[in-house]
């Protein structure tokens, strides 16, 4: 019962690990339902795992089961014994750290209500079942091939023959060669030492409708396998009579149980002579080795040139892409992308002048005496009126008290930005110091990842505010700079016009740009010119 007088709410959890044990899980939920039973429990959940080894994290049942218990619909969880919740120490010690932290219990059949210490001996006792279990395993299947025994499933071209030792136990691993499975393996190897393709072998055996190992058709992955762990018919030893054991090793991935084959080093591999299941001479099976080096060799080469063909061809295509996209900005440019299309005017009328025809630009009064002008007229003194700001100019159009407002705004913010990163920093320390530093809890693991989030933010907010507070606050020497990067874009239009970058930069500085009889005047847009730092510091 709860403090409250209401009864405890239970979640039940089962797992096996094979589908050997498929009545498992039913028989630990039935036993698990008597032990609520007899404690007043109220079963809130029942979670499982069907044949889901142990030493995997993601289990969708035990995942299902935590999300119940963040959610606070479970006051105890009962399982029929700590091995089934996981049989790693690490997963089983960070299941009891996040349960411990929401304020649930778990309870098994045979221990009651699980404590700290019951964590470390039992989930240690669980890890060395599995070490051992794997060691006895591998040790026993080392010692059969040394005695010739043919450790693993059936390989084709042989079949099992077990007997009965003196002692009545089934002595296994033992095998026979099967004739007419023999001449096929026979007629494989001599056809691909003749110069057959995989493709060809493979059509050849299947339009004979000669069932592959596997029962199917047959594929060329099934002949050549795979080098480095020796599988695949044309690789294998077994026929040319040596048995080879250990040479890879399985691992799972503690989260996902995922398989990975690992080759293990020659000097722990397991060998062993069994003549009298040779199948192919020697002589036939190195040469087949050969030329599979061989071809293998030959097919690398392709594949290198292949690809040193394709890094070309997509280094050719990325320099058409670069081509093409010059081309498209220059006709851009001789529309409406030049540093004074849309700012132009006419001196004279005070109106806007548009775009005639290519390189004729005239404003809207027609009997204005200077219009329409060309191009050609005005270019050489529009460049000269570029490069005669000011830096003085620049200085003076931040002087003013919007401007000042403005830096203000800024240094209040950054100010600001700087208490809330502190504040964040003080109250991630204060957890830390609580929880002595090792948290492990997945609570406080998302409110720490929570709170660098909030630092980051912080961090990049106050940057941007010093960034702009610096633009608007500009020395002679930022000014000069600036003024510095329009003299460059200003000489680059001077040598070509249709250059797209400075056309681009210097339009985004101008308000207008007024055409006089032998003069231009320009009015800057002064706090974009500073912003050119920005773009080219």
Same mark, same amino acid.
């Given at each position: 019962? +709860? ?42 959940? @029942? ?253 690398? *080469? ?69 219009? $329409? ?9 529009? @460049? ?17 008290? *919007? ?60 940057? +941007? ?8 606050? $500009? ?20 040598? *070509? ?41």
């Amino acid at each position: 019962m +709860t403090p409250s007088g209401t009864p405890k709410r239970a979640a039940l959890y089962a797992r096996h690990s094979t589908d050997k044990q498929a009545t498992s899980t039913a028989d630990q939920i039935a036993r698990c339902q008597a032990h609520c039973l007899s404690r007043g429990y109220q079963i809130s959940g @029942i979670f499982t795992d069907e044949a889901v080894s142990g030493k995997v994290r993601q289990r969708p049942g035990l995942e299902s089961l935590l999300a119940a218990a963040r959610r606070g619909d479970v006051d105890v969880i009962v399982t029929e014994d700590l091995s089934r919740l996981s049989r790693r120490i690490g997963h089983i010690s960070d299941t009891y750290d996040i349960l411990s932290f929401l304020g649930i219990s778990i309870e098994t059949l045979g221990n009651g209500t699980i404590s700290q210490i019951d964590v470390g001996l039992r989930g240690t006792m669980n890890a060395l079942y599995l070490t051992d279990l794997a060691d006895k395993t591998r040790r026993d299947m080392k010692a059969a091939a040394k005695r010739g025994s043919v450790p693993g499933g059936r390989t084709y071209g042989y079949r099992a023959t077990p007997r009965i030792d003196e002692n009545g136990e089934a002595v296994r691993g033992l095998r026979e060669i099967v004739p007419e499975e023999a001449a096929i393996v026979r007629q494989i190897f001599e056809d691909y030492l003749a110069g057959q393709s995989l493709k060809r072998i493979t059509e050849d055996l299947n339009a004979r409708a000669i069932p592959s190992p596997g029962g199917g058709l047959w594929h060329g992955s099934t002949l050549v396998g795979t080098a480095s762990r020796g599988s695949g018919i044309l690789r294998n030893q077994l026929y040319r009579g040596r048995i080879i054991f250990n040479r890879s090793e399985w691992k799972s991935h503690p989260e996902t149980g995922l398989r990975l084959a690992v080759i293990r080093s020659e000097d722990e591999w397991v060998t062993a002579d069994v003549p009298e299941l040779a199948i192919l001479p020697g002589q036939l099976f190195d040469d087949v080795q050969e030329e599979l080096d061989r071809r293998s060799s030959v097919r690398r *080469d392709v594949k290198e040139e292949r690809r040193r063909l394709g890094e070309e061809r997509k280094a050719q295509e990325a320099a058409e892409r670069q081509r093409l996209l010059r081309l498209r900005q220059e006709r851009t440019l001789t529309n409406a992308m030049l540093f004074f299309s849309g700012k132009l005017y006419c001196g004279t009328s005070g109106q806007k002048m548009g775009s005639l025809r290519k390189g004729l630009y005239g404003c809207k009064t027609e009997s204005c005496p200077h219009c $329409p002008r060309t191009l050609d007229s005005f270019f050489d003194i529009a @460049i000269d009126a570029l490069t005669r700001l000011d830096p003085a100019e620049v200085l003076a159009a931040h002087a003013s008290g *919007d401007i000042q407002a403005r830096r203000d705004g800024y240094k209040a913010s950054i100010i600001k930005l700087e208490q809330q990163e502190a504040d964040a920093r003080k109250e991630i320390a204060a957890v830390l110091d609580i929880l002595g530093g090792s948290p492990r809890r997945e609570e406080v693991r998302t409110f720490l990842s929570a709170g660098e989030d909030k630092i980051r933010g912080l961090i990049m907010k106050r940057s +941007t505010a010093i960034r702009e507070l610096r633009l608007l606050s $500009p020395t002679e020497k930022t000014a000069l700079k600036a003024v510095g990067v329009i003299r460059t874009y200003a000489g680059r239009l001077q040598a *070509d016009l249709m250059d797209y970058q400075p056309n681009k930069r210097l339009r985004d500085c101008l308000n207008r740009v007024t055409l006089y009889p032998g003069r231009v005047v320009i009015d800057w847009n002064l706090l974009a010119v500073m912003h050119l730092l920005r773009i080219d510091p």
